[in-house]
Structures are given as structure tokens and as C-alpha cells.
């Protein structure tokens, strides 16, 4: 297989979320957020093969001591805390010798959660066709006929919720589980779905390749929120960590990631709770003098 996104300028940090077995669903993970388990071998197979595995730390490590990053480096990050990251990535990554890190949402930890565009996929493979669904910001329904039409009209709430602070999120899922007729859920089993238990996110923090880290508590976009809610929702993250696992971590990633996601105050606010990096979802190359706060991530799909 070709071996994507490996530079001769310096490191490039690889972005996941999970890694599953076939999927029987017809419009879930449609964007391969999940990769499926042999294509996430073989990927790592070739990486371990043809670059330079580095972890999170060493990247610290290198940016304080003002070392280049190695040419052809990689770096592997997972983001939110699902169970096949456990379960099916961390054996994978071991055998080969690939560290990790994995930064975790406490609250879908806790409650085995799901983030609010899982729950609306959730909600929208489910419902009945033909039907339709009308959006607060549009004056006509949007209908669909077959799974082209449920992507669709994912891809546009994809779109706009992670750019418009002012839309209530929650009230817009429990909208859209109404009119498709389907009952709410905020928890499910599915492996798309599941999230580690505490007991399994220490697990893997004690492990010698692997390194957990904060993602939020309950993966709203940090620059969306008030003071007051992003110093809740940063310290909530790691008092959890902490007292549920036993990790002091100065590593996180941002919810979502994009440019708009974060800010200055949300860098400082994660500096003064003692985060030294934390990567974002922008696309790109990093060299030995970038800002730990604006590394650059690659989400990865299947070929």
C-alpha cells in the first residue's frame, strides 16, 4: 500500500478516532471515522516500516530542547476514548511498537456517551424512508429516499453546527430524534459507540508506549464558551482523569480541532492548568519550532 502523508520535512501526526470489524451499517461512519481493523494493520505495518514512530512526549521533548523533528516522523493520535481503541488499535500498535496517545472526553467516559453528531447519525440511519427533515435554518424540509439523501443532510449539519455558536445543540438532536420518530438516546453499545471505562482508560495510561490526555468533558468547541464554562470544562476533564484514573497528563487536543475551535484564552486556559501541547485537526507538516498549541493533524481514510 502507499504510505500516506509521511514527509521529508519533519513530523506528521496522524488523527483517528477508532478502529472497528465490518460494518453493517448503510450510513453510519460514512466518514471513516472508525477505520476498519485490517486496513489499520496493514497502514501501521508500512508506517513502522517506512518512518519514524514518535510519541507525543518525544515531540515536547524535541520542541524544549530545540532538536529538529526527525524526517519521515509520525506521530498516532486518537481522539474522544472509544473502546476499540483499547480493544482493537492499542494490540495492534504494541505488537508493532507504535506509541500513542489517546485523548479522552471524561464525560463519555463516564457515561459511556456519545458525541452529538454520532447521536444524530444514530437518529437519521434509523428513520424511515422516503421522509424528510426540516432544519431551524432553512424555510424548506429537506427529504431523503435512499442513504445518498441521510448523508446529505449530514454532511450540512456536520457543517454548520461546528461553525454557529448559537445553535442549542441538544435541542436540535431532540428535534430531529421527533421528527424522524426514533426515541432519544445519548448511550449505545454499538462499536461505533461504546467508550473505555475508567478502568480501561488506566489500563492503557500504564502501558510503557502508550499516553492519555484530555479532550474535554463533554466536547463542546472550546472557543465557543464563556470564561466561566471553559475553565468548568478544562478542569473538569482532568479533576476526572485524575481521580477516576490516576493520570496528571499535560497533553490534550481540541474538540473538533478547526481553526475557529480554539483561541488565546483557550491556550491559556489549558497552560494554566499545566497542558504543555495540545494538537489540532488542521491539516499539515510540522517542523521543530511550530507551537505545541498549533500543531498540525491528518485525519486518515481508508484508501
Not at 190 to 213: I, N, Y
Request: aromatic share 8%; net charge negative.
Amino acid at each position: 500500500m502507499k504510505t500516506p502523508l509521511l514527509s521529508d520535512e519533519g513530523l506528521v501526526i496522524l488523527l483517528f478516532h477508532g478502529v472497528v470489524g465490518p460494518s453493517r451499517h448503510a450510513v453510519r461512519n460514512y466518514t471513516q471515522k472508525h477505520l476498519g481493523r485490517e486496513f489499520f494493520a496493514r497502514l501501521m505495518t508500512e508506517l513502522a516500516r517506512t518512518g519514524r514512530a514518535m510519541s507525543m512526549e518525544q515531540v515536547i521533548e524535541h520542541h524544549e530542547a530545540g532538536a529538529d523533528l526527525p524526517p519521515r516522523s509520525f506521530a498516532v493520535t486518537f481522539d474522544d476514548g472509544f473502546e476499540n481503541n483499547c480493544s482493537v488499535a492499542a494490540p495492534i500498535l504494541a505488537d508493532l511498537s507504535i506509541p500513542a496517545t489517546f485523548y479522552v472526553t471524561s464525560g463519555f467516559i463516564e457515561h459511556n456517551g456519545m458525541s452529538w453528531i454520532d447521536r444524530i447519525e444514530y437518529c437519521i440511519e434509523a428513520a424511515a424512508m422516503p421522509g424528510s427533515l426540516r432544519l431551524p435554518w432553512e424555510d424548506r424540509p429537506r427529504r431523503f429516499a435512499d442513504a445518498a439523501g441521510k448523508i446529505a443532510i449530514l454532511d450540512q449539519l456536520r457543517d454548520r453546527v461546528k461553525r454557529d455558536a448559537s445553535i442549542d445543540v441538544d435541542a436540535l438532536i431532540t428535534d430531529i430524534f421527533a421528527q424522524c420518530g426514533v426515541e432519544e438516546v445519548h448511550a449505545n453499545d454499538d462499536p461505533l459507540d461504546r467508550k473505555m471505562s475508567w478502568r480501561q482508560v488506566a489500563e492503557l495510561h500504564a502501558h510503557p508506549l502508550f499516553t492519555v490526555g484530555g479532550h474535554s468533558h463533554t466536547h463542546r468547541i472550546l472557543s465557543f464558551l464563556s470564561p466561566e464554562e471553559l475553565e468548568r470544562e478544562i478542569a473538569t476533564s482532568l479533576d476526572l482523569l485524575r481521580e477516576r484514573a490516576g493520570i496528571e497528563t499535560r497533553h490534550y487536543s481540541y474538540p473538533e480541532g478547526l481553526a475557529h475551535c480554539y483561541s488565546p484564552a483557550v491556550i491559556d486556559a489549558l497552560q494554566r492548568r499545566g497542558i504543555a501541547c495540545c494538537p489540532t485537526a488542521e491539516r499539515g507538516v510540522n517542523r521543530r519550532a511550530d507551537d505545541l498549541f498549533r500543531l498540525k493533524r491528518n485525519m486518515v481514510a481508508a484508501e
